[in-house]
């Protein structure tokens, strides 16, 4: 039997970011960490640069991409 993992620092929310998906407790949607990411940003400087997150919700952002990776990338295109 395989579990899926949940995603506790990763929510969608009516009203936020077009219903894209966030980190709790802020508006900073999981494609702008993993644009971050995609652009050579290690873990720790997506901290500097986002300075309200945690290294455990940018853990858990990065995850998040890789499990939906597809819809994630066309939507950091489609905001180009």
């Known amino acids: 039997m395989s579990l ?3 995603h506790a620092y990763v929510v969608c929310q009516e009203g936020i970011c077009g219903g894209e998906r966030i980190v709790r407790g802020t508006r900073t949607p999981v ?4 644009e ?3 652009f050579g940003c290690p873990p720790e400087e997506i901290v500097e640069h986002r300075p309200r997150l945690t290294l455990a919700q940018v ?18 295109e489609e905001n180009r």
């Open 4 to 6: 899926k993992p949940g």
């Open 31 to 34: 494609r702008a960490i993993a």
């Open 36 to 38: 971050l990411w995609k």
């Open 59 to 76: 853990f858990d952002a990065l995850s998040y991409y890789y499990d939906h990776q597809g819809p994630i990338d066309r939507a950091i």
